[in-house]
DNA sequence: TTGTACGCGTTATCAT
DNA sequence: ATGATAACGCGTACAA
């Protein structure tokens, strides 16, 4: 095992001064053409590349930026790590991934852990419980740290930080709207509880569509989901002799409990009740029958934070401060689990 | 915005010295009872916390391990961070995760993007084309360098390490002998190509089965899939015309398009055709019918990583160098993609 | 009880 | 053309 080549070894191999070997390396026209080509030779020979530790010290930089984000086991998110990555990488970034869990003592435990100086910024969609309890004091004491934040998905209004969302209340509105395009009557919606933001935002839309088409909103096909663990049963109880011919569910999962449910009493999708869902997961497009859905382009939500982020990085701190928020646009994918009705 | 906190601000602000500032914050008896309650009440009260970059310079190691895995978008690799994720933060860890997106170049650019001081050691699960290349160097340039490496999954034996994998041999077996136990004579196998270990192994397990069995095998019925692209097709035209009353398919993605097929054939799933896949996706879990699989246990698989792994890391030069492979037992997951036959 | 000096690996600035 | 020195933030052996 050979150890990690340092700078002040070649100096003392080659016997020259650590900073001739620096700025030989750096291709300074200070150094004399032999001594520079000797060094470079020697380096290139023994493979030395330069400590980014070292490097992040005396810079103040790392070239890391943290993404933390409640779950991974979800394909949304981790399609998003994935459009970070790419273009962190491009950009001659690491990336340090961290799971909240979706526990707000986790997502502050993490966030410290990262902002002693492991990460030059962040990336980050808010735990369940932390947008329940409405406490972002970490997040504030990033930003005053200096310390770019973007938000993503699960963002807040009340922090000001670069964001990167769907346009939910659209996405919903598309959903419903083609439900009713197709014929649908008496759409059921499936959500979450109203403190996460994108189930809120997508009742909205839910809600906007209905009453943009002359429908009124009956409270009593709303249905609101707490924990995912009991969704399946909650879905079962909830459609059981409802009389509906459109579902809008706000995930996959909701959206093929939904599909089984109502199934096993019967009904036929998409021939009786049409489904829609709202994800990009794989599971919409390999399930039987595949799913129409609103598609969230975790993707690009990931490539343009990471673009955001990077800018805030590289930006000369004199500039001024200015927040954005981008807003990327959902597509309606039709599939199986609708239909027009005769 | 504030910048951070150092121990020499600190010093200067309570005009002490630096040394009695991070001797009081690290309780050494040697400051007096009234300094060092002055100076931690201080550094409490303005929440300092040291920087881990300096830390990483001074002792050499940097409390992060990477992951490196060919693609974040599959159940099996977000389980296996989400268990190495887990282990490393209880014991202090941070987790750095790269992607090589299967390509033999990327999984070398992001070691030594990390080899540079970013990270103590790696855990990696080979890039389809680094198998398939058989070239090797770079992971035996980190381990020559100190940097301990614990491969799962995807392994190779000619590297020594500790690695991490499930019985594949074992897990194929289990499978093939159970569609035996219910009644299958006439099992195709759908595998991917043999340099992919896996693929590799599980045929091996498909093999010994049928034979301890007594059942010859026909290469006929066994299909070696290249490109996930292009596998739904293959499989398509591969069962087409075949007389079959068994599928053992070595990931989810395959099952389920062998499912698809055979459906549309006519035949019915699992009355005709039993099928039996390999992952612990949520796929399998949602799919109608649902899946009956061999589960990896991903989440155990990076949980041991990481085990091992630190275990390395904190280990004292001194000890002998010895390296482990623990295999993480498979189970059978029997849902509705299977039946006894009559 | 407190402070000084050094080193981790690097680069920038200032001497020689 | 080359070298010495300081600094980034921290901890520690040693000196006062």
Redesign the interface.
């Known amino acids: 095992?050979?150890?990690?080549l340092t700078l002040k070894k070649i100096a003392k191999e080659l016997d020259v001064s650590i900073s001739t070997v620096s700025k030989a390396l750096r291709d300074s026209p200070e150094i004399g053409e032999e001594t520079r080509e000797k060094i470079k030779a020697f380096a290139k020979h023994y493979n030395y590349?330069?400590?980014?530790?070292?490097l992040?010290?005396k810079n103040r930089k790392?070239k890391?930026i943290g993404i933390i984000i409640p779950e991974?086991?979800h394909?949304f998110f981790?399609?998003v790590?994935?459009g970070v990555?790419k273009v962190a990488?491009e950009m001659g970034y690491?990336?340090?991934?961290?799971?909240s869990d979706n526990s707000f003592d986790k997502e502050v435990l993490n966030m410290?852990?990262?902002?002693?100086?492991?990460t030059d910024g962040f990336i980050l969609s808010l735990a369940k419980e932390t947008m329940q309890k409405g406490d972002y004091h970490h997040l504030i004491?990033a930003?005053?740290?200096?310390m770019p934040l973007v938000l993503f998905d699960r963002v807040v209004e009340d922090i000001s930080c670069d964001k990167v969302i769907i346009d939910d209340v659209t996405g919903g509105k598309k959903a419903v709207q083609y439900l009713v395009d197709i014929g649908c009557k008496k759409i059921a919606l499936i959500s979450t509880v109203d403190y996460v933001s994108v189930g809120k935002l997508r009742t909205k839309g839910y809600k906007d569509a209905l009453e943009e088409n002359g429908i009124s909103v009956n409270e009593d096909l709303i249905l609101k989901i707490e924990e995912m663990e009991d969704s399946e049963a909650e879905i079962e109880q909830f459609l059981k002799e409802k009389d509906i011919d459109g579902v809008f569910a706000v995930n996959e999962?909701f959206a093929?409990s939904a599909i089984?449910t109502i199934?096993e009493q019967g009904k036929k999708v998409p021939d009786d009740v049409s489904v829609i869902g709202f994800t990009d997961g794989?599971?919409s497009k390999?399930?039987?029958p595949s799913l129409t859905t609103v598609s969230q382009h975790g993707m690009r939500i990931g490539e343009e934070s990471a673009r955001l982020l990077i800018e805030k990085l590289e930006r000369t701190p004199s500039e001024e401060e200015y927040y954005k928020t981008i807003i990327v646009e959902t597509g309606l994918v039709t599939r199986n689990s609708t239909k027009l009705k005769k």
């Open positions: 095992m050979k150890p990690k590349k330069p400590n980014n530790i070292a992040s010290l790392t890391t991974i086991v394909h981790t399609t790590i994935s990555e990488n690491n990336v340090l991934v961290c799971l410290e852990m990262l902002a002693n100086g492991s004491e930003i005053n740290q200096g999962h093929i089984k199934q794989e599971l390999r399930f039987i």
